[in-house]
């Protein structure tokens, strides 16, 4: 099993910035694809970005590009996502998601592993 820990949420202004960090453990090996996802009070959980196993390949939702970045350092079994230029609507819990396999999908049924989220809140 892959274990996950999201940190780094918090309030923030509008046009602030926040790092968030997800911290993995267990059998990461067996983790490949991994991706950030979202959840706001009332809605359901929404995808936001995806990194290959390699780093190498990024798929963003439309509405953070240019203002998210995803990263992942394998040595510290760590991923990362930068925001920046935050905006009220960006206000969600958000959820670290790993998959078993290389498929970086945008639906949380392509994901096996889920940390248990960190609050993020935006504003005005």
């Known amino acids: 099993q892959v274990q996950l820990v999201e940190s780094g949420g918090g309030l923030v202004q509008a046009g602030g910035s926040l790092r968030l960090s997800c911290a993995a453990s267990?059998?990461?090996?067996?983790?490949?694809?991994m991706a950030w996802f979202r959840q706001a009070p009332g809605k359901e959980r929404e995808f936001v970005v995806s990194i290959t196993y390699s780093g190498s390949s990024f798929d963003y939702l439309d509405s953070v590009k240019g203002r998210f970045t995803i990263s992942r350092d394998i040595a510290k079994n760590t991923l990362y996502l930068q925001m920046n230029t935050l905006k009220p609507e960006d206000t969600a819990v958000y959820y670290c998601a790993a998959s078993s396999t290389y498929y970086s999908g945008r639906s949380f049924r392509d994901y096996d592993y889920w940390g248990q989220g960190t609050q993020v809140t935006v504003s005005s």
């Open positions: 267990g059998r990461t090996f067996g983790t490949y694809a």
